[in-house]
Every structure is written in C-alpha cells, then in structure tokens.
C-alpha cells in the first residue's frame, strides 16, 4: 500500500461513537478493480452484536416519543446531507463494490427519492377511526413502532438496502442496527458520518460488521423485535426459522433468476439496449439483472447476432474509469464461481457465442476481478445455467414457440423476482403482466425495479414471507396495529351511579 493510498480501518458505530475493538479477528477489505488490499473490516460477535441492540434499546423510548413533526426534522435533514455529498457517497460504492461509477451515482440518486418517500410518513403512518361502535364509544386503529429492528445488507447494493431499510424504521419510531456486507462497507462508513453531522440521538442507528455470528445473536435477543435481509435464499430461510423459534418480525429478500420474454415484434434497437444494461450492468451481479432470455424463433437469429455484436462492444475495466461500461465481479471467488458456470453451460451443450473469461481489459489494472460478457446460446430450462442464480454477466438465451412458453418457463421456475417481455402487442402486453408469476413485470424495460412509492420484492422462493420493501410496504412491516376502544364520558353524568344490569339473557363481551 503506497503511502498515498489511504488505508481503510472499518469501525463499528454503537451509540454514537467510533468502536475500535483491538480483540477482534478482522478480515481483509479488497479493491475488486485492483485485487489490491484497502483495509481491514472486524469480525463482530456475540458481544459486539449485543452491545449494538442495546444501545438501540436504550435509544428506542427517548425516539419513539419524539413528535413525528422533529423525527421528520432529521429524515430531510439526511435527504439535503446526501444530495450534497452525492459524490463522495458513489465514490464509496465505485472503491470497494467496485460498481462502474456512473452507476453508483445511480444508485445514490435512487437512494436520495427513496428518502423523499420517506419524507411522507405523516402521511402514509396515519391511522382509522371507527366513530359510534357503541354510545359514546369509538374505534381506533393506531400504527405504532415496535423497538430495534436489525438488517442485513448484501455487498451488491450498500446504498440501495441502506434507504429500503434504515429511514422507514427510524421514521417511524424504531431505531436501528446495521450490518454492512463485509466486502463492501465503505459506504456506510460515510452515512454514519452524515448522520452523526445532521445531530441524529445516540443509538437511534448503529453499525456493527461481521459474519454469521453477529446476526445469530438476533435470535433469542429480547430486545429485537425484529430483523430484515436482502441476501441469498437460503440465508433468508436460515434467518426465518432463527427469528420464527422466538417471534420475532422479518422481512427477507431472497435471490432471483429473471427471464426476459422476446416477442416477433419487439423494438429491436431498444431490446438490445436494455438487454445490455440489464445484463452487463453492475457486472450482472444484482437482483433484478436478466439472466434467461426466452426468444420466438421468428426473431430469435436477428436479435442473437444483434446482441453479440453489441456484447463484442463492451468494454470491461477499472469502476472508477468513466470510459468503462462494466467493472470487475465484487471477489476473486466470485470470479472463480462465474467462470465455473461457464464451463458447467459448455459440458451441459449450451453453446458459447461469447466467452467472458479471461477478457480484454481496459487500462492498466490488469489484475482485477474481471468477468466480461458472456452468451450462451441452445439452452434449455433443465440446464443447471438456466436454473441456479449466476450473478454474473451471464446471458442464457432459450427458444419459444410464443408468449406462453415463455410463461411457461416462469412458472416452472421456483424463484419469482421479476420478469420483462418486449413486445407492442397490447394482448401480449395485457397477457404477460396477468400470468407472469413473479413478483415484478416489466413491459419494454430490461429492468422492472419499481420506483420508490411502489412496493419492491418478488414472490416464491426469492421472497421468504409476505413483506416486501419501500414505500408504504416498508412502512407497515416496521409498525404494528394497536387498536383502542375508546368510551368518554359526559362530566355532569360521571357522579351518577351506574346501574349494573343482571337480568338480560344477553351479555356482550365487547365495549357496549
């Protein structure tokens, strides 16, 4: 490490302070573009993990009895912070995600409108009321917090999950505890520093990094009431069964395998355009990247030439060079694991009509984690290409006698994220959004993320449970009902005896 490259101490953040545990195993923060060594992040544990949830606890009351109108206050407050820092917030993601650059200032700005959503709370947080149930009595429904909620960030999305998650919960009451993905934590690093600028209480959000260790602690922890991931399958399920032994909440985002639908009379130049993004942006290593493409032969050779010309084009490389359209993979094992799908798809007879090993890359950071485009032809369904999330730049492109093969093939398919179909045909449109069974439909778009008033999630296996994130999903799922029954009663009547009735046949065993 040259002595103008800044070395990166991860820390954890427990009650409004720095935390520099010297007893903790740490493991090594890597610049994917580079292969080169940034930092050391600490292994948390039981202790660690605790010490966070109770200085959330400590925090919870003092929050929850702040008026909504100052919880407000500090919500734009972090939305104004944010837009200021923009940059320096990307440039986080682009150094140890090694997300492209332009696409971490993508990811920042949808962060910045999820906020405005949140910003709407007072709104969206407001209850019912049930007027005359009975004489002088009435109904309410109120939507209260709950008490520290946990979350677990995947490294693909530090800035995405952090605005599903952290201003919804603490918006409304709760407070937080946060734990970074251990391969890219910087960006969290930066919002505690924003959030500590814009004068947010001790222990209202709190940081904590580390492994399997720290989030088991959740479990049989009284003071959670509860916890959300956006991670793997089978964490998701892992974390269900864990937090469903003890009651607790959850909110858990499983993986995805997407397919996108190619009808005779899809606009050619803006299918390929979007397969590209959706594809090749963030090197395929997100949730809602297309994976399967299923294509009608009458089209199929003209879009496959199309799209290998245009992959051929790609140019792969260093995330912080702006020239560059698609950085590295986030590791080495990454890298290794992509590059083993390849070769599964060519011992399954898939065809390869671009190899993604190996690729040309751009400038002089040679040594990255680099996988480029990858095209794998006469694929079917009962392939393990077709069936096992990649997260890659892995493109697998099957043939469709018509819309409902394509169909077909989702349904069959056990994850259900999402799913797009590029057609002007407004049956096939209206036909495709009713029976695609997935959680997100995209017409004429590669990528079907709702925008942040609209619930985000899938359904199937890539959803463990019912909540789903954002807007006034993400609101319910860190509220609960509490309903009161509510009897007043006239002052100049209070004196009065009230007499007790025992001669009805009839006693009703609510408020009358």
Not at 223 to 236: D, I
Request: proline fraction near 6%.
């Amino acid at each position: 490490m040259s002595a103008t490259t800044p070395y990166y101490k991860i820390r954890d953040f427990i009650n409004g302070e720095w935390i520099e545990n010297h007893t903790l195993e740490t493991a090594p923060l890597y610049n994917p573009s580079t292969g080169a060594v940034l930092g050391e992040v600490p292994l948390g544990n039981e202790e660690s993990s605790r010490a966070a949830t109770a200085a959330a606890a400590e925090a919870y009351p003092a929050w929850r009895d702040t008026p909504l109108p100052k919880r407000m206050d500090y919500i734009f407050a972090m939305h104004l912070a944010m837009v200021e820092r923009k940059e320096s917030l990307a440039q986080a993601i682009a150094i140890d995600q090694a997300k492209h650059i332009a696409e971490a200032r993508g990811e920042v700005q949808r962060v910045i409108e999820i906020i405005q959503m949140a910003c709407t709370i007072p709104a969206l947080i407001q209850g019912e009321t049930v007027p005359s149930i009975a004489k002088n009595i009435s109904g309410r429904i109120i939507r209260a917090p709950m008490g520290v909620f946990c979350g677990v960030a995947p490294f693909n999305f530090p800035a995405l999950v952090f605005g599903w998650f952290i201003p919804f919960a603490i918006g409304v009451g709760n407070t937080f505890v946060y734990k970074p993905s251990t391969e890219s934590p910087l960006f969290m690093q930066e919002i505690m520093e924003l959030l500590t600028s814009i004068g947010l209480p001790k222990g209202v959000v709190n940081i904590v990094h580390g492994d399997r260790e720290v989030v088991e602690a959740w479990y049989d922890d009284e003071k959670v009431a509860g916890v959300c991931l956006v991670g793997s399958t089978p964490t998701a399920k892992a974390i269900a069964q864990g937090c469903g032994r003890h009651g607790k909440k959850t909110m858990l985002l499983g993986g995805a395998k997407n397919f996108l639908a190619v009808m005779d009379d899809a606009p050619m130049d803006l299918l390929v355009e979007n397969v590209l993004m959706s594809g090749y942006g963030s090197a395929g290593q997100r949730c809602l990247a297309v994976s399967n493409i299923a294509c009608v032969p009458e089209i199929h050779d003209e879009f496959v030439a199309r799209l290998l010309e245009a992959s051929e084009k790609v140019t792969v490389g260093d995330a912080m060079d702006p020239d560059v359209f698609m950085g590295p993979v986030i590791s080495k094992a990454a890298k290794e694991r992509i590059e083993k799908y390849i070769q599964i798809g060519l011992d399954e007879g898939a065809t390869l009509l671009l190899d993604g090993r190996s690729p040309t890359v751009s400038g002089d950071n040679q040594d990255g984690y680099y996988v480029g485009p990858t095209i794998f032809t006469d694929v079917t369904p009962c392939m393990q290409i077709a069936k096992e999330e990649i997260f890659g730049p892995v493109l697998s492109i099957m043939k469709v006698g018509c819309i409902d093969g394509a169909l077909r093939m989702i349904k069959n398919h056990p994850m259900g994220n999402g799913a797009c179909i590029f057609t002007q045909n407004a049956y096939n449109i209206e036909k495709f959004i009713n029976e695609a069974d997935v959680g997100m439909v995209g017409v004429n778009v590669g990528i079907c993320a709702p925008h942040p008033y609209m619930p985000f999630g899938g359904i199937k296996d890539s959803l463990v449970g019912n909540n789903k994130v954002q807007g006034k999903a993400g609101i319910d799922f860190f509220t609960q009902n509490k309903v009161a029954t509510v009897r007043v009663v006239d002052p100049k009547e209070s004196q009065a005896a009230v007499p007790v009735s025992t001669g009805s046949d009839v006693r009703s065993c609510v408020a009358s």
